[in-house]
């Protein structure tokens, strides 16, 4: 498993995501994470997805898909599930709507359904491609 620093040093070698520099740090955002490498050396990566003004500390299972997949695949695997935990929802949105014939709103929910659809395809097509090179 890797180190949250070979983490950093996988991504700086990868030409297809863009690293950003400041003052004090480098630093990407990708599909909702944050990794940052301070001047100092210090690496981090944080969770950007949630409606604050803070990013939030990695949870025990993130870390995990990051120090065995690395930080771009494993961004598009921690994607993967969020959306599926979202499609889920939907799908039972879907079967409440069905079930006590509330068409009116069923179009709307049926939309964003395919739309999460796409985005799932979308992260598994790009796994496919990152790891046929």
């Excluded at 599926?84 to 069905?98: F, G």
């Amino acid at each position: 498993m890797r180190e949250v620093k070979e983490i950093w040093d996988e991504l700086e070698k990868d030409t297809m995501v863009p690293i950003y520099s400041t003052p004090k740090s480098r630093y990407t955002i990708f599909n909702g994470y944050k990794i940052e490498k301070s001047n100092e050396g210090k690496v981090t990566i944080h969770n950007t997805r949630h409606d604050t003004a803070f990013y939030l500390r990695l949870g025990q299972r993130e870390k995990f898909i990051f120090a065995t997949n690395g930080f771009v695949k494993g961004t598009h695997l921690l994607a993967i599930d969020h959306l599926r935990t979202r499609l889920e929802i939907l799908n039972e949105t879907i079967q409440y709507l069905l079930s006590n014939n509330k068409l009116d709103t069923l179009e709307k929910v049926r939309v964003e359904r395919r739309e999460l659809i796409d985005k799932l395809r979308l992260h598994f097509y790009k796994i496919k491609i990152k790891n046929e090179t």
